[in-house]
Every structure is written in C-alpha cells, then in structure tokens.
C-alpha cells in the first residue's frame, strides 16, 4: 500500500509574507523621519539667510550705524553698497564674530562675499563671517546658498551669503 500525504504549507509562507511586510514598513518608517528631518533643517537654514541676506542688503538701523550705535548691520546706503558700512561690518565681524550673529538674531555660522572683490582698507578681503574660513573649510551636510543683486563701486555685482550649523 502507497499512501502519499499531500497538504500545504501555507503556515510558512505566512511567516516569510508577514517579515518582508514588517522589514518594509520599518524601512519606510526609518527613512521618512530621516529624510524630514534634514530637509526641515534646509528649510530653516535657508530661510534664516534669506533673512540675514535682506539685513545686510539693507541700509541698517540706525540710517548712519557705527560699531557703537548698530541694531542691523546693513551695508547699503541710496541702493548701494557703502564701502564705510563694509567696512565697519568687517571689522565687527573680524572682532566680534558672535556679535554680529546676535545682531542677525541667528545661532547659525555664515560667510558673506561678492562676486567682485571686496577691498577694505585698501586690502583684498574675500570673505566676511566667522574667522578663519573659506567657503571649502565648510564641512556640515546642509549649507544654505542665498544669492542676491546689488551695485558696488558702481557695478552690478552678486552678493553671496552662505549659512551653515557646524
């Protein structure tokens, strides 16, 4: 006599079936709170510069600011940028780096330049920011780039104000 038992193992196949839905979900679940969070902190960042950006482009508060007397650090005076100013905002931020970001009411490290050079007192200034960086010593995952138009030394030039969390 040849019995043969036919049955299914479906039992098995319901395990292997509810693992891969699980490793799915957590996966998904895993790289939705990731990516969030880092495109919330670009956001941040980007919005922050655009701030900062708009305040350095502006004329300051006071009108006629100076290292003493400065609530905004504007550079602009009749819709240009005022050499005095850029200058004072460098030596500040030379000086007193955390001042200026208190200034900006920002917690975050920056970088501001031009696309043309910058001369304070007749020196060739490339950046103005946080002491002893360049725009390749930024080392953080998320960098807001804002880019803005004004005039210097009569010339169209681009103004560029990079913002970063070290």
């Not at 300051?60 to 200058?87: A, F």
């Not at 960086?133 to 960098?143: K, Q």
Request: proline share 2%.
């Amino acid at each position: 006599m040849n019995l043969r038992k036919k049955s299914q193992a479906w039992g098995i196949d319901l395990i292997i079936a509810v693992i891969i839905f699980t490793a799915g979900i957590t996966f998904f679940y895993l790289y939705s709170v990731n990516s969030s969070g880092s495109e919330d902190k670009f956001e941040t960042l980007t919005n922050e510069g655009k701030l900062v950006s708009s305040i350095i482009l502006s004329e300051g508060e006071p009108i006629d600011w100076n290292t003493g007397n400065v609530r905004k650090l504007g550079i602009l005076s009749n819709s240009e940028i005022n050499e005095t100013k850029l200058e004072m905002f460098y030596d500040i931020a030379t000086s007193d780096y955390g001042r200026t970001k208190m200034l900006f009411n920002i917690k975050y490290d920056y970088l501001f330049f031009l696309s043309e050079n910058m001369t304070i007192n007749s020196d060739l200034v490339h950046v103005i920011g946080k002491p002893g960086y360049t725009i390749g010593d930024i080392d953080s995952e998320d960098v807001a780039k804002i880019s803005r138009f004004t005039i210097y030394k009569k010339k169209p030039v681009t103004a560029y104000l990079y913002l970063w969390e070290n």
